[in-house]
């Protein structure tokens, strides 16, 4: 049996795409959001409501106090064993998320070969602020094809290839060939044009800040996260912090930069989405249309049938 994963872009619609199949078919839904896992981060992580919660079992989310920290070596196990259970159960499994590196995890496998050294990193860190740009150079030295797809400011991975570098001796783009993939996965592939994507994130943006997200925000920094906790460099809390401490002057500011960066975040979640050449395509743009539903939502029925 082939277990779909429908990724996308954020506000594309897949939330109202699986809630539209919950209702004829035994589904359940594992989610594949690296900030929905976080408990008390409800806004400004989209995630589906109470309402949205009950019309079909959903497993990954709440997962943990926001104060931890996850990985997606951690997701793939959790993932695996919860997509078992659900099978054992003769119901239907559907993956539902972003999240690259998640998805990564699923299809190919994680690479094991090389645990974390705090003192290597410590090191990166230490050489990267006495001399900005150090990792990035270093990077193109040591592993060329990672450098070409670690963008220049996640340092977090920029460190971790390095390390892997380090320790073991080789490109960790080499090592990561050595990983093991799980071939029952089918990627489908949520998209809609450019447009009304962007008018989408824009409304979404506009209902966080009205919901009150620099409220959610303060409280979390008042429970003791900071702006270094993993779960609040997420885009949306990023940006609340910034405005809190003063950094974005004016509520305007704040809601154009949420905007701006949650658009370059849907363009990296769709590059992404492109280096996968086996999927099904599932375009959500309303003028996908086919006798008033979605086009989108009958290439995935059509899927589930099949099953």
Request: glycine letters at 6%; proline letters at 4%; aromatic letters at 8%.
């Amino acid at each position: 049996m082939k277990i779909p994963i429908l990724f996308g872009p954020t506000a594309v619609g897949k939330t109202e795409l699986i809630l539209s199949l919950c209702r004829d078919y035994p589904i359940e839904v594992i989610s594949m959001d690296s900030m929905q896992i976080y408990r008390q981060m409800y806004i400004g992580t989209a995630k589906p409501s109470k309402e949205e919660l009950s019309a079909a079992k959903h497993w990954m989310i709440d997962i943990l106090d926001p104060q931890e920290e996850y990985n997606a070596y951690r997701y793939r196990s959790d993932a695996l064993r919860v997509i078992d259970d659900i099978l054992s159960r003769k119901k239907i499994p559907i993956v539902v998320g972003g999240t690259g590196l998640y998805l990564d995890a699923l299809i190919h496998g994680i690479f094991e070969g090389v645990p974390k050294n705090e003192r290597v990193r410590r090191e990166l860190r230490k050489a990267e602020e006495n001399s900005p740009g150090y990792l990035r150079a270093f990077l193109r030295e040591a592993d060329p094809d990672s450098f070409q797809k670690i963008h220049p400011n996640d340092i977090k991975r920029t460190i971790r290839a390095l390390e892997v570098y380090l320790l073991k001796g080789k490109p960790i783009s080499s090592t990561q060939k050595e990983r093991v993939g799980d071939g029952r996965f089918l990627i489908v592939e949520c998209v809609r044009n450019r447009e009304e994507l962007y008018a989408r994130i824009d409304a979404r943006v506009e209902r966080m800040v009205r919901d009150g997200l620099l409220e959610e925000t303060q409280a979390l920094l008042e429970q003791g996260c900071t702006e270094e906790t993993q779960s609040m460099k997420a885009i949306g809390y990023r940006e609340s912090i910034q405005f809190l401490k003063g950094i974005i002057p004016t509520k305007e500011q704040y809601r154009h930069l949420l905007k701006v960066n949650t658009h370059h975040y849907a363009r990296r979640q769709i590059i992404w989405g492109r280096k996968y050449t086996q999927k099904i395509l599932c375009d959500l743009s309303t003028d996908h249309l086919v006798d008033g539903e979605q086009k989108g939502l009958l290439v995935v029925e059509t899927l589930l049938k099949m099953l």
